[in-house]
């Protein structure tokens, strides 16, 4: 029992590094078109992420791995109830990708035009998508015994429209602030203070989400009934006011790092809610796929640890040195010595 909450606790971990850091990237590609008015501030947003998102995006593999290995019932199930949603998403990173790797290797403003589009349209549905996603599972899937009984249009529910809404706020306003802390000059002003004006549509979506959650789902049984785990979503609340005050005194770096954090407890507020459940049914709560009901066996689990112990420093070692070497902000304007993004 102790090895399957630790790796519920290391799936929420893994969810919660993937949004952290794919986020800024997303929100970014969101923000593309809008915060770059001409070629070279474009270009210069495209920097931004050229070195960092598929990197980021190693750690969306690692919790699909670990949720195959830890809890393969729940992986099954996913991929059977969420098959189009799914889908849905593995196109929009396709596309994402390839827009970023495509965007400068080519001629003529047709072919610029179109990996440009791509690259908002794609950020814009992965994001959406996976809103919805998590917050059908936050509300419970239709399923039983017999089976799942919804549509993909049945997971485009009120709830599960406003999660994903919230998630296209927050990932907006971390890849602003994002652009803001790497670029220099009028585009990163300009930057800063679009974040400080998404985040009012962010603070009300907020509301909006955890009031919608204390009656949709049953998020808040586990907070009634254990209110130190409130400190969750009050040190969320907290990190969002950061976001608003070092945003409004232009300062990137802080406000950054506060919105990193409001990410990371904004998806551990709904993991708390979850526990022990990863996929509730909301037909028969007995049939809900739990870390106890849908984990690997005992070896199994144990194998993983000692793997993980040894290879997520690893992975999280590379990234910082990643983060390192391209810690200088980008010039607009500046040719850089490689081939162009």
């Keep these: 029992m102790t090895l399957q909450i630790l790796w519920f606790v290391l799936w929420g971990v893994l969810w919660a590094a993937y949004f952290m850091l794919d986020g800024f990237d997303l929100g970014a590609g969101m923000l593309y078109g809008i915060l770059g008015r001409n070629d070279a501030e474009r270009a210069a947003i495209r920097r931004t992420l050229g070195p960092v998102w598929d990197g980021n995006e190693v750690w969306l593999i690692t919790a699909g791995g670990a949720t195959f290995a830890a809890f393969p019932a729940v992986y099954a199930s996913m991929f059977s109830f969420l098959y189009l949603a799914l889908l849905l998403v593995l196109f929009a990173l396709i596309f994402r990708g390839v827009a970023l790797e495509f ?15 791509s690259l908002m349209i794609a950020s814009l549905a992965l994001t959406l998508l996976l809103g919805v ?9 239709p399923f039983d015994a017999q089976g799942y009984h919804g549509t993909f249009l049945s997971l485009l529910n009120p709830y599960g429209l406003l999660t994903g809404l919230l998630f296209v706020a927050l990932f907006s306003v971390q890849g602003a602030l994002w652009i803001g802390l790497k670029t220099e000059g009028e585009l990163g002003r300009r930057a800063v203070k679009t974040a400080g004006a998404l985040w ?26 254990h209110p ?15 976001v608003k005050i070092w945003a409004g005194r ?28 990863l996929i509730p049914s909301r037909s028969d709560p007995v049939s809900s796929l739990t870390a106890f009901n849908s984990s690997s066996s005992p070896t199994t689990l144990t194998v993983m640890t000692v793997a993980a112990l040894v290879f997520v420093p690893v992975v999280i ?5 990643v983060y390192r070497v391209f810690r200088h902000k980008t010039v607009v304007g500046e ?5 162009d993004y």
């Design 103 to 117: 965007r400068a290797k080519g001629q003529g403003p047709a072919w610029a035009k179109t990996w440009d589009i």
């Design 133 to 141: 996603a998590f917050g059908n599972i936050f509300r419970g899937l």
């Design 200 to 225: 009012y549509a962010l603070a009300i979506l907020a509301v909006a989400f955890l009031a919608a959650s204390y009656f949709a789902t049953d998020l808040a049984a586990n907070y009634l009934r």
């Design 228 to 242: 130190v785990w409130l400190i969750v979503p009050v040190l969320a609340v907290a990190g969002l006011a950061a």
């Design 250 to 277: 232009e300062k990137a770096n802080l406000a950054f790092a506060a919105s990193s954090a409001t990410v990371v407890l904004t998806t551990f507020t709904g993991i708390v809610g979850l526990f022990p459940n």
């Design 317 to 321: 070692a590379y990234q910082v040195w």
């Design 335 to 339: 040719k850089p010595d490689s081939l």
